[in-house]
């Protein structure tokens, strides 16, 4: 019987990154690229004030407990 500290743990992210996927940090999202009802992509601008646009299969935001509601309600992807 193992102590469940003992254990390695990976986060998602790690397996994500591993696995051929793209982080961005420091990016302020302007909008959600929809397509059929799905988020594909995203827009913002870097710390340097460019603009970028990212499209992909599937998009996580994650901005913060107070920001990312507050971003997703502004962008029209509330729950129903």
């Known amino acids: 019987h193992r102590d ?13 990154l591993q ?3 793209l982080l961005l940090t420091g990016l ?3 909008s959600v ?7 594909r992509g995203i827009v913002g601008v870097t ?5 970028l646009r990212v ?4 998009v996580v935001l994650a901005g913060g407990a107070l920001s990312t509601p507050i ?5 029209g992807l509330a729950n129903s």
């Open 28 to 30: 302020r999202a302007g």
């Open 47 to 51: 710390k340097a004030g460019r603009r």
């Open 33 to 39: 690229l929809m397509d059929d009802g799905r988020a």
């Open 4 to 16: 469940l500290h003992s254990f390695p743990t990976r986060r998602s992210s790690d397996l994500a």
């Open 55 to 58: 499209r992909a299969q599937a």
């Open 71 to 75: 971003f997703l309600l502004k962008s």
């Open 19 to 21: 696995r051929g996927s």
